[in-house]
């Protein structure tokens, strides 16, 4: 057994220090690029951190029942360089929300912007300026 610790031990080293690097990161498939929605409502929880930010924000809809919604945004990085905070969203402030929905109709989507209490208007993906907002109404989100 002790002959093969070293060789073995060895062989392990080099398969980690020479790995090819895998990027752990997921589609966009589950969100509808061709549709932007603009959501109205209360911040539940906003988490400011690696890889994803993400926002839970509840929506009254026109039935007036309360969802909801689960918001992947980009990273804080890319965030900061669009002009967001930390400190941007917190629990109970009233915004609308811009995202590219969940294909599959649940209440979730793709952040693409916001506008914030202060009347703020952030983008949310380089070269974007969150001003993409438009009217109209979807079960409290507004087309």
């Known amino acids: 057994m002790k002959r ?11 398969l980690y220090l020479f790995q090819a690097p895998v990027y752990g990161h997921h589609s966009g498939a589950p969100y509808d690029a061709n549709t932007q929605i603009t959501l109205e409502g209360e911040v539940v929880d906003w ?3 690696n890889p994803h930010t993400s926002l839970q ?14 918001i992947e945004g980009t990273s804080p990085n890319i965030l900061v360089r669009q002009g967001w905070k930390r400190t941007s969203l917190n629990p109970g402030d009233k915004v609308q929300i811009t995202v590219h929905p969940l294909r599959d109709g649940k209440p ?13 208007v952030l983008g949310a993906t380089p070269g974007s300026s969150g001003r993409s907002l438009s009217a109209g109404d979807s079960g409290g989100a507004k087309e």
């Open 57 to 70: 924000l509840k929506v009254t809809g026109t039935d007036g029942k309360a969802v909801v919604w689960i």
């Open 108 to 120: 979730g989507g793709s952040l693409l912007g916001a506008v914030l209490v202060d009347g703020a």
């Open 4 to 14: 093969l610790s070293g060789p073995v031990f060895t062989g392990l080293f080099f």
């Open 47 to 49: 988490s400011w951190r």
